[in-house]
């Protein structure tokens, strides 16, 4: 069954790129990235790796409030070796199981409820940073519509909605809650500044706000898993958003793509952490008991 799902997540991946590619002038993609400064390619890495460690740090840190004693250098260990798991493995032991899967083997006495209630919270916080900007990008983008000025009207109670839910159902989120919404601000502004590089590789130094904000819709259609790594589906944000926003679609494909190589190609240096990993141990964790020793099939 698990093999089915890949399968499945493998074919919808191709069948977007096809039709992205089919839609575009392929070889204009091509020569754009032949084009590119490959210094400019390169420092792009750059906010995309301090990316990676704010998003780490953030989990950490909810972790930590709940007294689940985990170091950020342990998270950052952790959450390597899930952006490998999430974008390759078959089946459904993606990045968020593979992290439940650790921390209930080392953190036993804290509960697998509070544990899937940690993550599920650290993906809402990343997914409320991502609304909130690209809200705010598209209210200065789009000032003249009656339906964007109304952004600010729904601020205030999405804001109380997130501290009734924290308080609810992760009470101990509340202390700390001001420094998880700063790292994931940090999270997206770093990503941004990635895709920043990428464009001024390409040679495009104007509509850096529409750019920035497809980065924004691309990253929300990117949360529902229904390609692998969200390849194909950024793609297709890029390309129809560049459409509705009259930017170029090449350029704006092309940074897509680039940004989707680094982001698998970061995933898979995971693969080298994984390869001397021991199950039993997990850096920066807490050293007392642990359950029975957990090996990943």
Do not use: N
Request: aromatic residues 10%; charged residues 15%; contains cysteine.
């Amino acid at each position: 069954m698990k093999y089915l799902k890949w399968l499945l997540k493998f074919s919808i991946t191709v069948a977007l790129l096809w039709w992205v590619f089919h839609r575009i002038d392929l070889e204009s993609v091509s020569q754009a990235i032949g084009r590119a400064d490959k210094l400019l390619l390169a420092l792009a890495l750059v906010p995309y790796l301090a990316s990676r460690i704010t998003a780490a740090v953030r989990l950490t840190t909810i972790l930590q409030a709940h007294e689940v004693g985990l170091s950020h250098y342990g998270g950052l260990h952790l959450h390597w070796i899930s952006m490998f798991y999430g974008m390759f493995l078959p089946g459904g032991l993606g990045g968020d199981a593979y992290k439940l899967l650790r921390l209930k083997q080392h953190f036993p006495a804290q509960g697998t409820m509070l544990l899937t209630r940690i993550l599920l919270w650290d993906r809402i916080m990343g997914f409320v940073m991502l609304g909130l900007l690209a809200g705010l990008i598209a209210m200065f983008r789009f000032s003249d519509h009656a339906v964007i000025a109304a952004i600010p009207a729904l601020a205030l109670p999405c804001a109380g909605a997130l501290w009734w839910g924290s308080r609810k159902w992760l009470p101990g989120i509340l202390p700390v809650l001001g420094r998880v919404m700063l790292l994931s601000f940090g999270t997206q502004i770093f990503q941004i500044i990635c895709t920043g590089f990428l464009l001024y590789s390409l040679g495009e130094s104007s509509h850096w706000a529409d750019y920035a904000l497809l980065f924004l819709l691309s990253s929300i259609a990117t949360v529902f898993p229904l390609s692998i790594g969200g390849i194909g589906v950024r793609e297709l944000v890029y390309l129809r958003g560049s459409v509705l926003l009259g930017v170029s679609e090449p350029i704006a494909v092309t940074v897509s793509v680039l940004f989707d190589i680094i982001v698998t190609g970061t995933a898979m240096t995971g693969a080298t952490l994984v390869v001397g990993e021991r199950p039993s141990v997990l850096p920066g964790g807490d050293t007392g008991k642990r359950d029975t020793e957990v090996v990943l099939d």
